[in-house]
């Protein structure tokens, strides 16, 4: 198992990382200024569900499978991008209206969530990032490599559900002065849909 001098260095390093701007972390504020609280934090719980997937490729070793395809690094690539444009297509059509306690619903919990696990798994750069990451804090003669990857897979999920759930509540607060206009609800649904193409077209066109 990993040592707790370990676990508390790549804890503070996690915390750092998920505050740096990046497509996950934007995609939590914009969801929970646009619909609330409580679906900003199903969408930070979809991906840390996403960085469990991710934690167990890199323990398997098929995230390497993406380090070294070019086709499967495009296929999966593409298939992120694409989502994010259909992303960018809902926010731009969102309704405004007086929206109140209600904040753009009917998006379900279960359907935030969704969208988190699906933003997070879809992004290759993710598994590339956890395989290059994750193994510089294991220590070979410390036990089980794939048990201590695993530990540290978990280390990151708690800095994420940390630093992503800090963001969803201030985004969230800021989000209620939005919804009492509705020239601020439009100009946030077009920021929105901007965002989500401009993040589409850089996983697109990224390079491993």
């Not at 990046?22 to 914009?30: A, E, K, Q, T």
């Not at 209600?102 to 919990?109: D, F, N, T, V």
């Not at 070979?140 to 759930?165: D, E, K, P, R, W």
């Amino acid at each position: 198992m990993i040592s707790l001098q370990t676990a508390l260095t790549f804890f503070g390093l996690s915390i750092l990382l998920g505050l740096s701007p990046g497509p996950d972390n934007v995609f939590v504020l914009l969801q929970s200024a646009m619909r609330g609280r409580k679906a900003g934090m199903f969408v930070v719980l979809g991906l840390c569900t996403g960085l469990l997937v991710h934690t167990t490729a890199v323990a398997l070793g098929l995230a390497a499978i993406f380090a070294t395809s070019a086709l499967a690094f495009t296929i999966l690539k593409l298939s992120g991008a694409a989502y994010l444009v259909y992303m960018a297509w809902g926010a731009f059509r969102a309704p405004v209206g007086n929206l109140g306690a209600q904040q753009m619903e009917p998006a379900s919990s279960s359907h935030m969530y969704r969208r988190g696990v699906l933003m997070n798994i879809t992004n290759p750069k993710v598994a590339i990032f956890f395989l290059a990451f994750l193994p510089q804090f294991v220590n070979a003669g410390a036990g089980n490599v794939g048990l201590q990857i695993i530990s540290l897979g978990f280390v990151f999920m708690l800095a994420t559900l940390v630093t992503f759930g800090a963001i969803a509540y201030f985004a969230a607060t800021f989000g209620q002065i939005f919804q009492r206009s509705l020239r601020a609800q439009r100009i946030l649904n077009w920021i929105a849909g901007t965002v989500f193409l401009g993040l589409a077209a850089r996983l697109a066109w990224s390079q491993r």
